[in-house]
């Protein structure tokens, strides 16, 4: 599991306005004298309050928005976003992002500076002038995140060469991008809005299913569309994504409000404490009664 620093360690660049996070760090006082070089990185979801308004970002970004809604005001152009949404700012380039506060947005992020950042961009559609940047929306969401969670895996790593692994995804992402950008003026697919149907209705319900044959049934689909529906447009299946939301919930029980694990495990419906624990750790990497050692 990657770390989450607490807010005190993060760059003041970073919000903590966010419900979750997975980020790495690699070289914040890079010389900008490589042609690209990875700044970091990460995934968040945002809090409803979630804002972020600034002139003065040091270094090039792009974000992907996998969930949720929210809005963007780049260079005083507005833009909706929905999942499926690439943009990119900076440096020193005006932009505010917003969150739905009902629809709360989790997004991918990459900042890096380099030599080649302004061409990188330009020939991805992503900036069409000096300090002008732009937002589209992408199709095969799941291959963008892919990359995503392999800079992910490999920024958190150490060794000589992960600054130079980690600068190649990002040129990979760069022609992922391009490869999948949509024309203007179109939308994600009908089936991305059964998608986030269910995954709103999971985020709405998690206490009360209790497996992907559960979900099916109750938001009207067979579980082979429902299999198709998380193959294609998010990062992990639909019992992974219940499972994920439990944990979470779990997790804030753990530490907030100090239950034991039996407690926790019983109050989350499982068949006893060993169950509950074994699906806590696949998705944290460590055992719930060390919970109190995961950073805040």
Do not use: W
């Not at 949404?85 to 890096?112: C, E, W």
């Not at 080649?116 to 900036?127: A, M, P, S, Y």
């Amino acid at each position: 599991m990657t770390k989450i620093h607490a807010p005190s360690q993060l760059p003041g660049f970073v919000s903590n306005q966010v419900t979750e996070a997975r980020r790495f760090f690699l070289n914040l006082n890079s010389s900008r004298k490589l042609p690209l070089e990875v700044i970091c990185g990460g995934v968040e979801r945002m809090q409803p309050e979630y804002v972020i308004d600034r002139n003065d970002f040091p270094y090039f970004a792009i974000e992907l928005v996998t969930e949720g809604e929210g809005t963007l005001v780049l260079n005083g152009t507005d833009y909706s976003l929905a999942a499926g949404s690439v943009f990119a700012y900076g440096p020193n380039a005006s932009h505010t992002i917003r969150s739905h506060p009902q629809n709360l947005m989790r997004k991918y992020y990459i900042d890096f500076v380099g030599t080649q950042g302004n061409k990188l961009l330009r020939e991805t559609k992503l900036k069409s002038g000096v300090k002008s940047y732009a937002a589209f929306a992408v199709g095969g969401v799941h291959e963008l995140i892919d990359v995503f969670e392999l800079l992910l895996r490999n920024g958190v790593s150490s060794g000589p060469i992960v600054p130079s692994i980690c600068a190649s995804l990002t040129q990979l992402l760069f022609l992922k991008i391009q490869q999948l950008s949509l024309p203007q003026g179109i939308t994600m697919p009908k089936a991305y809005t059964t998608y986030e149907r269910i995954r709103r209705y999971i985020d709405d319900q998690f206490l009360q299913l209790r497996s992907a044959q559960d979900i099916a049934i109750k938001c009207d689909v067979t579980p082979v569309h429902l299999s198709r529906l998380f193959g294609r447009f998010s990062d992990c299946g639909a019992y992974q994504y219940l499972l994920r939301r439990k944990m979470n919930y779990a997790a804030g029980l753990l530490m907030k409000e100090g239950l034991m694990v039996k407690e926790v495990a019983q109050r989350m419906g499982f068949a006893d404490a060993f169950q509950f624990s074994r699906s806590f750790k696949r998705v944290y990497g460590i055992p719930p009664n060390r919970v109190n050692y995961v950073d805040q």
